[in-house]
């Protein structure tokens, strides 16, 4: 049963989640654009689908690394079935670099929680982030994440709190710089013609409305439940499961400011779901409706690949 062999992490086990990214992100990079095939092509595909897998290796790290779930791959199964449900996402390689970076940001907070190399941690967090606002500049709200992490573990330097606002300068300085040089113009964060196009008319197309609705409903059950487990947990802990609400929140937030929506921006939802859904299906109750969920979880998948509506 799959619930039974995800519950464990062996190479096995991401072997198999990788063959089926590679699956879907094959079907829909190349079967789906046999038109406009070529070596370069095939090339950026290819180097696109290397950084999906490393975004996969760095979400399981995260979890691993600081104990938000216990030792198994059911967070990298929830990724790869969400991913798989969202075909835009899987064609999307600025996206998933800029997930990768924020990523990177993740784990620079969550491991403020040691107490060890505070400054170069926050830091190195805002610099990911800055970096990642250049390819989609509404990450730059995950520096909110920052400094919900500076409060939760180290909020009596007064000194931390300004170093995410020395990062953003540091990155504004190199890529203007950058403009300047090349391009011979000033860089400018955020155009103000991105804010004319935030509507919601795309998700009326049945493709991305039917994949959503069931990721939304999957969200809410998970985190009904990631609320009942907070309260039981210890004061040591909570924070990190904190950290995860509040990343929730921003991936929202980041979602409704995306100028141009097309089903991938529910990535920025995807990745902490993922952790939260993990943190449901290593519950030793419910057996049978979680084998059932996932199973058809994973069917839906196809279902949406080969069915346009």
Same mark, same amino acid.
């Given at each position: 049963?799959?619930?039974?062999?995800?519950?464990?992490?062996?190479?096995?086990?991401?072997?198999?989640?990788?063959?089926?990214?590679?699956?879907?992100?094959?079907?829909?990079?190349?079967?789906? !654009?046999?038109?406009?095939?070529?070596?370069?092509?095939?090339?950026?595909?290819?180097?696109?689908?290397?950084?999906?897998?490393?975004?996969?290796?760095?979400? !399981? =790290?995260?979890?691993?690394?600081?104990?938000?779930?216990?030792?198994?791959?059911?967070?990298? /199964?929830?990724?790869?079935? =969400?991913? /798989?449900?969202?075909?835009?996402?899987?064609? !999307?390689?600025?996206?998933?670099?800029?997930?990768?970076?924020?990523?990177? /940001?993740?784990?620079?907070?969550?491991?403020?929680?040691?107490?060890?190399?505070?400054?170069?941690?926050?830091?190195?967090?805002?610099?990911?982030?800055?970096? /990642?606002?250049?390819?989609?500049?509404?990450?730059?709200?995950?520096?909110?994440?920052?400094?919900?992490?500076?409060?939760?573990?180290?909020?009596?330097?007064?000194?931390?709190?300004?170093?995410?606002?020395?990062?953003?300068?540091?990155?504004?300085?190199?890529?203007?710089?950058?403009?300047?040089?090349?391009?011979? %113009?000033?860089?400018?964060?955020? %155009?103000?013609?991105?804010?004319?196009?935030?509507?919601?008319?795309?998700?009326?197309?049945?493709?991305?409305?039917?994949?959503?609705?069931?990721?939304?409903?999957?969200?809410?059950?998970?985190?009904?439940?990631?609320?009942?487990?907070? %309260?039981?947990?210890?004061?040591? %802990?909570?924070?990190?499961?904190?950290?995860?609400?509040?990343?929730?929140?921003?991936?929202?937030?980041?979602?409704?400011?995306?100028?141009?929506? !097309?089903?991938?921006?529910?990535?920025?939802?995807?990745?902490?779901?993922?952790?939260?859904?993990?943190?449901?299906?290593?519950?030793?109750?419910?057996?049978?409706?979680?084998?059932?969920?996932?199973?058809?979880?994973?069917?839906?998948?196809?279902?949406?690949?080969?069915?346009? =509506?």
């Amino acid at each position: 049963m799959l619930t039974s062999f995800f519950k464990k992490s062996k190479p096995i086990n991401f072997l198999l989640v990788a063959v089926f990214m590679s699956f879907f992100y094959v079907y829909t990079n190349f079967l789906g !654009n046999v038109k406009n095939f070529s070596w370069s092509f095939a090339v950026q595909k290819i180097v696109v689908l290397l950084l999906f897998f490393m975004l996969m290796f760095l979400l !399981n =790290f995260i979890v691993k690394r600081n104990q938000v779930t216990q030792k198994n791959t059911f967070t990298i /199964a929830l990724f790869a079935v =969400f991913t /798989a449900m969202f075909t835009p996402l899987l064609e !999307n390689g600025k996206l998933l670099l800029s997930a990768f970076l924020v990523m990177l /940001a993740l784990r620079r907070i969550v491991s403020l929680r040691s107490g060890k190399a505070i400054k170069s941690k926050i830091f190195d967090a805002a610099l990911w982030i800055s970096l /990642a606002a250049i390819i989609t500049p509404p990450t730059f709200l995950f520096l909110g994440l920052v400094y919900f992490g500076i409060a939760l573990f180290c909020p009596t330097n007064g000194r931390n709190w300004f170093l995410p606002l020395l990062s953003v300068i540091t990155i504004f300085i190199l890529k203007t710089s950058w403009d300047l040089f090349f391009f011979d %113009q000033f860089y400018i964060p955020w %155009q103000s013609s991105a804010l004319e196009n935030l509507g919601f008319e795309v998700y009326n197309d049945l493709n991305i409305l039917l994949p959503l609705s069931v990721f939304l409903a999957f969200t809410i059950w998970v985190i009904f439940h990631y609320f009942k487990k907070l %309260q039981a947990l210890g004061r040591k %802990q909570k924070p990190t499961y904190y950290l995860i609400l509040a990343s929730v929140l921003t991936g929202i937030f980041c979602i409704l400011l995306t100028p141009e929506k !097309n089903g991938a921006e529910i990535l920025w939802l995807i990745l902490p779901v993922s952790i939260i859904g993990a943190n449901y299906f290593q519950k030793k109750s419910e057996k049978w409706f979680k084998e059932s969920l996932l199973l058809s979880l994973t069917i839906l998948c196809f279902i949406f690949l080969f069915i346009n =509506f």
